[in-house]
C-alpha cells in the first residue's frame, strides 16, 4: 500500500505562481510513476503532468512550458511547479502515485489541494 500527501495549494492572482509538493509513503520501492491531476468543478479530472522512472514526463498541452513536474532527492517525492497562472487552471490537483502491487500497476490518489486563481 502507498500513501499520498499533497500540500502547497492556494489562491494567487493571474500570471503568480505556486509550487505543489507531493510525498509518498509505504511500500514506495515498487513505484514506477508519480503525477499530478486536476478536477475543475463539474469538469472530470484530468491529466496535468507525469514523471516515470528513468525521467520521461508527459504534459498536457494546455500546461506545456507553464508547469514543470520534478523529482526531489528521494524517489517519493515530487513538485509541480506552476508559473503563469490562468484563472482556467483553478482546480483541486490530486498526487497520483502508481506503484506494482501483487503483480499489477495499481494507482494512489492523494486528498486534493485546492488552487485558485484570481483573474
Known amino acids: 500500500q502507498v500513501r499520498v500527501v499533497e500540500s502547497g495549494g492556494g489562491l494567487v492572482q493571474a500570471g503568480g505562481s505556486l509550487r505543489l509538493s507531493c510525498v509518498a509513503s509505504g511500500s514506495i520501492s515498487s513505484l514506477n510513476m508519480m503525477g499530478w491531476y486536476r478536477q475543475a468543478s463539474g469538469k472530470e479530472r484530468e491529466l496535468v503532468a507525469r514523471?516515470?522512472?528513468?525521467?520521461?514526463?508527459n504534459y498536457a498541452d494546455t500546461v506545456k512550458g507553464r508547469f514543470t513536474i520534478s523529482r526531489g532527492s528521494a524517489k517519493n517525492t515530487v513538485y509541480l511547479q506552476m508559473n503563469s497562472l490562468k484563472p482556467e487552471d483553478t482546480a483541486v490537483y490530486y498526487c497520483n502515485a502508481r506503484a506494482l502491487h501483487r503483480g499489477a500497476n495499481t494507482d494512489y490518489w492523494g486528498q486534493g489541494t485546492q488552487v485558485t486563481v484570481s483573474s
Open positions: 514523471l516515470f522512472n528513468g525521467d520521461t514526463t
